[in-house]
């Protein structure tokens, strides 16, 4: 039997290929890690890209995957079509089987025909196939290998040319595509008929030449493969449904969610869509959190927000009166346990950045929905960019969601203007750091074909001779860069600074400023001082060894901050980022709220009692598939190839990291938490220090405390106590004070009531700033008689401010504000009319001012 669960044939596909001489490979993070990787994996070639861009040789000719991928962003922006189609996913799995110089079109074209029609046992007269308007090749092997009929082979044009970027690799490409049969659409191919009807199930990318700057293409060294095969594509085909939406996963998870709102899927077209919506999105809310994605207001954590805040609508629009996300999640993972067996550990942990988030989210929607509902009936046909914008930015609303419910009620919204009116934040959120330039990765590439990888004799020994290969130009006037064929000095890597220290030749001797890698494999000392370097030079490279042992000890104590935060708040808990320095360290981590002294205290205990047991800092290498079935834990952002380097920090802490670390915990001396924050939304931050910069912090604090204790006149143990009781003196004090100015302002307002005329009080009193003359008006206002008050002072003798205070009915104190401040050479005013405020810069002018103010208030 043809397999047809989504376990199944996720299984024939893998086992398909592996057989075929494939490299099994797992389901890498939906966080790429190159920095010419998009925002999110969205397709299977996207953890191959070092690969395809020739940066580093590919460990293995040919690879299989099935790769979790999401797409809401860009090109590829599925979002607003989900639920609406049969076929559109924001989250989904990408089969793919990849080629590095290996096979080329007729391996892959065989390999998908095969699978398609043997394994899935898919009618052959049923699926059609797209090529390059040029390709012949592709064309003849359709028609050749595997008997498809040319009528069915259609020419396309720029839609079969797939390209990475501007420059870089590209090639013709060619889809196969499954008649789903008349009732889906008109006839015509992929090319001319329904997009319903004909459905995309497999691309495949001939990977053969390299896009210049000049827009000019150059055959590439190697022809390479890239194929992906859509999972949930495939599924309806093998399970003969009609949508993607129909198969076994996700119609299970229509199923939670109807369990949950109460709606019944086929009853109503429209809480169709929302109940898919659902469905959808919770995969992709589900496995980006578990990624290490947080909900925040930039970057990916603004897309998670996004169809959080989506999801969390579309359930209440079929009926939901609870939170449901937190459900929905723990549906994912049970259906999913068999592809992603490490979910189900951690989804408490994602369960409560959902419920936190949807809880956060209701609290706003219904103020957003009101004054969306306020400007709707208003009577505009189009949501401007500014109130779009507004309604993101007070009420937490995605401009889609924004645009979704205006679509409902036949009103559009201003995207270009909201676009504007986000300009800013979106150019910090592309400000992240830029890739090598061609040109200079031309040059590094160059060093690396020539001479190799450099190698790295720095876990070893920090003194060690070598041979220089190269030397280029530094990123600032008087520094160089300097290769060499081995070098004891570490390149920053893994938020670990590099290393400094100095090169040693029979020319002189050059400082190492820096340490940083040109390409993977290469590594980079910046140095100053040495115009006497040379290619072919035998020289000796020291590195600093205080600064080396500092950052060890900064590097070993991460790991066990990591393990700490880990043990304390959970496993759901993930490093967001880090920075190891010889004289701190930082970590940030996703987290919801500040920690208290206590936990933060608990943290340091934890630290510190491994660091006691002086347990040794073991290091081994392993295939990255052991390290992590051995529960090593990776950091956030890194890569990693198939054998990795794990590190045991004594009993406790088990990370696969390729940095510097102590040879025992004793080695740390002590670690001390300096400060504690947030970075953004549900990111927190810790900065620490260790060894002598750790002693240092101790006594810092220990003399901060004696100059407290001094200055108390106390000893250091009584000062805490002392400071308590000076605390509720000043208190006492201060309540005193309040109540002794509630009598005198009662006494002042009484006397001016006194003097009304006709009802009206205007007078100067200076020594007060804006709040007091204000509560003193306001005051004076509830004496009986009294409809209209005036006060105009100065609090500094060279400023004034302003107060109008009326009664109900007494006129617009705002517009009375409003003529009266440009003589004190300000401005102000209100929409409340009974009170109003205003500040001016001349001081001198307020009998000026009182005197209109008088006449204002008499009329």
């Given at each position: 039997?043809?397999?047809?669960?989504?376990?199944?044939?996720?299984?024939?596909?893998?086992?398909?290929?592996?057989?075929?001489?494939?490299?099994?490979?797992?389901?890498?993070?939906?966080?790429?890690?190159?920095?010419?990787?998009?925002?999110?994996?969205?397709?299977?070639?996207?953890?191959?890209?070092?690969?395809?861009?020739?940066?580093?040789?590919?460990?293995?000719?040919?690879?299989?995957?099935?790769?979790?991928?999401?797409?809401?962003?860009?090109?590829?922006d599925d979002i607003e079509v989900i639920g609406r189609t049969t076929r559109h996913l924001t989250f989904f799995e990408m089969l793919g089987n990849f080629s590095f110089g290996d096979y080329f079109k007729a391996g892959a074209i065989g390999y998908a025909w095969s699978f398609l029609t043997e394994v899935l046992?898919?009618?052959?007269?049923?699926?059609?196939?797209?090529?390059?308007?040029?390709?012949?090749?592709?064309?003849?092997?359709?028609?050749?290998?595997?008997?498809?009929?040319?009528?069915?082979?259609?020419?396309?044009?720029?839609?079969?040319?797939?390209?990475?970027?501007?420059?870089?690799?590209?090639?013709?490409?060619?889809?196969?595509?499954?008649?789903?049969?008349?009732?889906?659409?008109?006839?015509?191919?992929?090319?001319?008929?329904?997009?319903?009807?004909?459905?995309?199930?497999?691309?495949?990318?001939?990977?053969?030449?390299?896009?210049?700057?000049?827009?000019?293409?150059?055959?590439?060294?190697?022809?390479?493969?890239?194929?992906?095969?859509?999972?949930?594509?495939?599924?309806?085909?093998?399970?003969?449904?009609?949508?993607?939406?129909?198969?076994?996963?996700?119609?299970?998870?229509?199923?939670?969610?109807?369990?949950?709102?109460?709606?019944?899927?086929?009853?109503?077209?429209?809480?169709?869509?929302?109940?898919?919506?659902?469905?959808?999105?919770?995969?992709?809310?589900?496995?980006?959190?578990?990624?290490?994605?947080?909900?925040?207001?930039?970057?990916?954590?603004?897309?998670?927000?996004?169809?959080?805040?989506?999801?969390?609508?579309?359930?209440?629009?079929?009926?939901?009166?609870?939170?449901?996300?937190?459900?929905?999640?723990?549906?994912?993972?049970?259906?999913?346990?068999?592809?992603?067996?490490?979910?189900?550990?951690?989804?408490?942990?994602?369960?409560?950045?959902?419920?936190?988030?949807?809880?956060?989210?209701?609290?706003?929607?219904?103020?957003?929905?009101?004054?969306?509902?306020?400007?709707?009936?208003?009577?505009?046909?189009?949501?401007?960019?500014?109130?779009?914008?507004?309604?993101?930015?007070?009420?937490?609303?995605?401009?889609?969601?924004?645009?979704?419910?205006?679509?409902?009620?036949?009103?559009?919204?201003?995207?270009?203007?909201?676009?504007?009116?986000?300009?800013?934040?979106?150019?910090?959120?592309?400000?992240?750091?830029?890739?090598?330039?061609?040109?200079?990765?031309?040059?590094?590439?160059?060093?690396?074909?020539?001479?190799?990888?450099?190698?790295?004799?720095?876990?070893?020994?920090?003194?060690?001779?070598?041979?220089?290969?190269?030397?280029?130009?530094?990123?600032?006037?008087?520094?160089?860069?300097?290769?060499?064929?081995?070098?004891?000095?570490?390149?920053?890597?893994?938020?670990?600074?590099?290393?400094?220290?100095?090169?040693?030749?029979?020319?002189?001797?050059?400082?190492?400023?820096?340490?940083?890698?040109?390409?993977?494999?290469?590594?980079?000392?910046?140095?100053?001082?040495?115009?006497?370097?040379?290619?072919?030079?035998?020289?000796?490279?020291?590195?600093?060894?205080?600064?080396?042992?500092?950052?060890?000890?900064?590097?070993?104590?991460?790991?066990?901050?990591?393990?700490?935060?880990?043990?304390?708040?959970?496993?759901?808990?993930?490093?967001?980022?880090?920075?190891?320095?010889?004289?701190?360290?930082?970590?940030?981590?996703?987290?919801?709220?500040?920690?208290?002294?206590?936990?933060?205290?608990?943290?340091?205990?934890?630290?510190?009692?491994?660091?006691?047991?002086?347990?040794?800092?073991?290091?081994?290498?392993?295939?990255?598939?052991?390290?992590?079935?051995?529960?090593?834990?990776?950091?956030?952002?890194?890569?990693?190839?198939?054998?990795?380097?794990?590190?045991?920090?004594?009993?406790?802490?088990?990370?696969?990291?390729?940095?510097?670390?102590?040879?025992?915990?004793?080695?740390?001396?002590?670690?001390?938490?300096?400060?504690?924050?947030?970075?953004?939304?549900?990111?927190?931050?810790?900065?620490?220090?260790?060894?002598?910069?750790?002693?240092?912090?101790?006594?810092?604090?220990?003399?901060?405390?004696?100059?407290?204790?001094?200055?108390?006149?106390?000893?250091?143990?009584?000062?805490?106590?002392?400071?308590?009781?000076?605390?509720?003196?000043?208190?006492?004090?201060?309540?005193?004070?309040?109540?002794?100015?509630?009598?005198?302002?009662?006494?002042?307002?009484?006397?001016?009531?006194?003097?009304?005329?006709?009802?009206?009080?205007?007078?100067?009193?200076?020594?007060?700033?804006?709040?007091?003359?204000?509560?003193?008006?306001?005051?004076?206002?509830?004496?009986?008689?009294?409809?209209?008050?005036?006060?105009?002072?100065?609090?500094?003798?060279?400023?004034?401010?302003?107060?109008?205070?009326?009664?109900?009915?007494?006129?617009?104190?705002?517009?009375?504000?409003?003529?009266?401040?440009?003589?004190?050479?300000?401005?102000?005013?209100?929409?409340?009319?009974?009170?109003?405020?205003?500040?001016?810069?001349?001081?001198?002018?307020?009998d000026e001012a009182l005197a209109a103010l008088r006449q204002a208030l008499a009329s």
């Amino acid at each position: 039997m043809p397999p047809t669960t989504t376990d199944e044939v996720r299984a024939a596909f893998l086992g398909f290929f592996a057989e075929r001489g494939h490299t099994l490979q797992p389901s890498s993070s939906l966080i790429p890690s190159h920095p010419a990787a998009p925002l999110f994996t969205n397709a299977g070639m996207v953890p191959f890209i070092p690969y395809f861009l020739g940066e580093e040789p590919a460990p293995f000719a040919r690879a299989t995957s099935s790769q979790r991928c999401v797409r809401v962003r860009g090109k590829h922006d599925d979002i607003e079509v989900i639920g609406r189609t049969t076929r559109h996913l924001t989250f989904f799995e990408m089969l793919g089987n990849f080629s590095f110089g290996d096979y080329f079109k007729a391996g892959a074209i065989g390999y998908a025909w095969s699978f398609l029609t043997e394994v899935l046992g898919i009618e052959a007269d049923r699926l059609w196939a797209t090529v390059h308007h040029t390709d012949d090749e592709a064309f003849d092997l359709w028609t050749s290998t595997t008997g498809m009929p040319a009528q069915r082979v259609q020419r396309l044009g720029d839609d079969n040319f797939w390209e990475m970027g501007p420059t870089g690799p590209c090639g013709p490409s060619s889809e196969v595509f499954y008649d789903k049969g008349p009732g889906f659409g008109s006839e015509g191919g992929p090319a001319h008929g329904g997009e319903e009807r004909f459905v995309e199930v497999w691309n495949l990318v001939f990977m053969s030449f390299y896009r210049q700057p000049d827009g000019s293409l150059e055959p590439l060294p190697k022809n390479n493969i890239d194929t992906g095969a859509g999972l949930e594509r495939l599924l309806p085909v093998v399970q003969q449904v009609s949508s993607v939406f129909d198969t076994d996963v996700l119609r299970g998870l229509i199923g939670r969610a109807e369990a949950l709102t109460g709606a019944r899927y086929g009853a109503d077209p429209e809480h169709d869509v929302s109940l898919r919506i659902l469905a959808d999105h919770a995969r992709a809310f589900t496995f980006l959190i578990a990624d290490g994605v947080v909900p925040s207001n930039t970057e990916r954590g603004y897309v998670l927000r996004r169809i959080i805040r989506r999801a969390v609508r579309h359930a209440q629009r079929v009926g939901a009166a609870e939170p449901v996300l937190a459900e929905m999640a723990r549906a994912v993972a049970e259906a999913m346990r068999d592809s992603a067996p490490e979910l189900p550990g951690t989804i408490e942990a994602v369960a409560e950045v959902l419920d936190r988030e949807e809880h956060r989210f209701q609290e706003t929607l219904s103020l957003g929905l009101r004054t969306l509902d306020e400007l709707m009936a208003s009577g505009v046909t189009t949501i401007s960019g500014a109130d779009a914008f507004r309604l993101h930015d007070t009420f937490g609303f995605p401009v889609d969601l924004t645009r979704e419910i205006a679509a409902d009620r036949g009103v559009e919204v201003d995207i270009d203007g909201f676009e504007q009116a986000m300009a800013e934040q979106r150019r910090q959120a592309r400000s992240g750091g830029p890739a090598e330039g061609g040109e200079e990765s031309a040059r590094y590439l160059a060093v690396l074909d020539a001479h190799g990888p450099t190698e790295f004799l720095g876990y070893s020994t920090i003194d060690a001779e070598g041979t220089v290969v190269a030397v280029l130009h530094g990123p600032t006037a008087g520094q160089l860069e300097v290769f060499t064929d081995r070098t004891p000095f570490y390149a920053e890597g893994g938020g670990q600074l590099g290393d400094q220290g100095r090169i040693l030749g029979e020319g002189g001797e050059a400082k190492v400023v820096d340490t940083t890698a040109a390409l993977p494999g290469l590594i980079r000392h910046v140095v100053e001082g040495g115009d006497w370097l040379a290619a072919g030079q035998h020289v000796r490279l020291q590195v600093d060894g205080p600064r080396r042992d500092a950052l060890r000890r900064s590097h070993t104590a991460t790991h066990l901050l990591h393990w700490a935060l880990r043990t304390t708040f959970g496993e759901g808990l993930r490093q967001q980022g880090s920075l190891v320095a010889p004289d701190q360290l930082r970590f940030d981590f996703n987290f919801h709220t500040g920690l208290s002294d206590e936990q933060i205290a608990d943290l340091e205990d934890l630290v510190a009692a491994q660091i006691i047991t002086d347990g040794p800092v073991r290091v081994e290498e392993m295939p990255k598939a052991e390290a992590v079935a051995a529960g090593a834990i990776s950091f956030f952002g890194e890569k990693y190839g198939e054998v990795v380097r794990v590190v045991r920090a004594g009993d406790a802490s088990v990370e696969l990291c390729g940095g510097t670390h102590v040879a025992s915990l004793g080695q740390i001396g002590t670690m001390v938490i300096r400060s504690e924050s947030s970075v953004g939304s549900n990111l927190r931050r810790i900065e620490a220090v260790t060894g002598m910069a750790a002693r240092q912090e101790i006594r810092r604090r220990t003399a901060l405390l004696e100059q407290l204790a001094e200055a108390l006149k106390v000893g250091p143990d009584e000062a805490p106590d002392a400071l308590r009781r000076l605390q509720e003196h000043d208190r006492a004090t201060e309540k005193a004070r309040r109540e002794l100015e509630a009598r005198l302002d009662a006494a002042a307002a009484a006397e001016l009531a006194a003097a009304a005329v006709g009802g009206v009080v205007v007078a100067r009193r200076d020594g007060r700033d804006a709040g007091a003359l204000r509560a003193l008006a306001l005051a004076v206002r509830q004496a009986d008689g009294v409809r209209a008050v005036g006060l105009i002072g100065s609090p500094d003798g060279r400023s004034a401010a302003l107060v109008v205070a009326l009664a109900d009915g007494a006129g617009d104190a705002g517009a009375v504000a409003k003529q009266i401040a440009p003589l004190i050479g300000g401005g102000g005013g209100g929409k409340d009319p009974r009170l109003a405020t205003a500040g001016g810069r001349d001081a001198s002018r307020i009998d000026e001012a009182l005197a209109a103010l008088r006449q204002a208030l008499a009329s």
